[in-house]
């Protein structure tokens, strides 16, 4: 199967997309599909590109993808401009289907250029912009359209009740992560129980909650490893006066697998209301938080808070600890009960990772999506 992905924006890059996107080029190409994948040009030649990718997220060489830069101009309607000019690109390529995360490209994809695509869906609906929305309900109708991949059942099911008589195109393929190499090396780690967060520092991503536990928990140092310099500036001014925090930036995607491998315990303190890169509607709807993978695949025991998503993933007190984001207190006796309970810690790793194995690793998801591309693209099947 011949498989053109086309990103409208920058890979690699500091957002959370950039990592799913490249990591999930390279496991399609690992399940057996052609990949190619477009992306706004760089200056530079199209190896260097996918060198840069795979040094960023610790891809290897054995089953490298090709990149396609392609223009961008930062002019009105450039998203527009870029789908075009991608899909151009894709009329000499002839792939056997389009995948992309854009509603602009899969309406381009498949309402001008007839191509078979599929568009994924991390979001809930509501909180896309009132231009993707209304491409979204154009897109949904058309015959070349032939699925929309979600995160969640609850994702799904609320996606559903908009579109009730295109239920069939929807197709549930959960986040996932990549197995820990098994080469992966440790960073040594201050203090004598290790909590650790690994992620952007948005709104309701959790910081929230970790300023109001952090002094209560001196027995405890908190590791940040993630987040732009001017919301680690922002979070260090608020607790200057909190020193079992310590703050170490953004690191490459690879090198997150050293911090993760000498935490006690990881965290994923979502807010109810939860905001993505550029802030805007809340997102908790619908999230698939890629942390949360990353968290089981290195077995750790994982404090997370209590939503609704969380739950489709996580179960209290089987392969993590559910918390209330309302309460600080229970946070503070969640971590209290960890730190003097190395055999439940121990237990709640295990079967997070076994979990992970089972339904979460990116490969998985890759060969899922790829066998419902085929029963949907029937021409994809004999290449």
């Given at each position: 199967?011949?498989?053109?992905?086309?990103?409208?924006?920058?890979?690699?890059?500091?957002?959370?997309?950039?990592?799913?996107?490249?990591?999930?080029?390279?496991?399609?190409?690992?399940?057996?599909?052609?990949?190619?994948?477009?992306?706004?040009?760089?200056?530079?030649?199209?190896?260097?590109?996918?060198?840069?990718?795979?040094?960023?997220?610790?891809?290897?060489?054995?089953?490298?993808?090709?990149?396609?830069?392609?223009?961008?101009?930062?002019?009105?309607?450039?998203?527009?401009?870029?789908?075009?000019?991608?899909?151009?690109?894709?009329?000499?390529?002839?792939?056997?289907?389009?995948?992309?995360?854009?509603?602009?490209?899969?309406?381009?994809?498949?309402?001008?250029?007839?191509?078979?695509?599929?568009?994924?869906?991390?979001?809930p609906i509501g909180s896309l912009s009132g231009r993707q929305r209304q491409r979204l309900f154009k897109l949904i109708g058309l015959v070349a359209f032939r699925m929309l991949v979600v995160t969640t059942q609850r994702l799904r099911d609320?996606?559903?009740c908009l579109f009730p008589q295109h239920a069939g195109k929807f197709f549930i393929a959960p986040n996932g992560a990549d197995p820990v190499p098994p080469n992966a090396e440790k960073c040594s780690l201050t203090g004598t129980f290790k909590v650790g967060y690994v992620g952007h520092l948005y709104k309701g991503k959790g910081m929230e909650i970790i300023r109001a536990i952090a002094p209560r928990c001196g027995w405890a140092t908190?590791?940040?490893?993630?987040?732009?310099?001017?919301?680690?500036?922002?979070?260090?001014?608020?607790?200057?006066?909190?020193?079992?925090?310590?703050?170490?930036?953004?690191?490459?995607?690879?090198?997150?697998?050293?911090?993760?491998?000498?935490?006690?315990?990881?965290?994923?303190?979502?807010?109810?209301?939860?905001?993505?890169?550029?802030?805007?509607?809340?997102i908790a709807e619908g999230m698939s938080p890629l942390k949360l993978f990353e968290y089981m695949a290195h077995g750790k025991p994982i404090v997370s808070s209590d939503l609704p998503a969380i739950r489709e993933v996580l179960s209290d007190s089987v392969n993590g600890v559910l918390v209330s984001p309302d309460n600080p207190s229970d946070w503070v006796k969640a971590l209290q009960r960890l730190r003097k309970g190395k055999v439940f810690r121990d237990q709640l790793g295990r079967q997070a990772k076994a979990d992970f194995l089972a339904k979460y690793s990116r490969i998985a998801r890759a060969t899922n999506i790829l066998k419902e591309i085929e029963n949907r693209v029937p021409s994809s099947k004999s290449s």
């Open positions: 199967m011949r498989l053109l992905y086309i990103h409208s924006a920058q890979v690699p890059s500091l957002a959370a997309n950039a990592v799913q996107v490249a990591k999930m080029c390279h496991a399609f190409r690992v399940a057996g599909a052609e990949v190619l994948l477009a992306v706004p040009r760089a200056s530079m030649n199209r190896k260097d590109h996918y060198e840069k990718i795979a040094r960023e997220y610790g891809l290897d060489t054995e089953f490298p993808f090709r990149v396609l830069p392609v223009p961008f101009w930062p002019v009105p309607g450039r998203e527009l401009f870029f789908a075009t000019l991608a899909l151009f690109a894709a009329v000499w390529l002839q792939p056997h289907v389009i995948f992309t995360r854009s509603a602009t490209v899969a309406l381009v994809s498949a309402g001008l250029f007839r191509f078979a695509t599929v568009f994924e869906l991390h979001d609320n996606s559903i908190f590791h940040i490893v993630g987040g732009t310099p001017d919301d680690i500036g922002n979070w260090t001014s608020k607790l200057a006066q909190c020193p079992n925090i310590v703050f170490h930036g953004h690191v490459p995607h690879a090198a997150t697998y050293a911090y993760l491998a000498e935490m006690d315990v990881v965290i994923a303190p979502y807010l109810r209301d939860v905001q993505g890169q550029g802030g805007g509607s809340n």
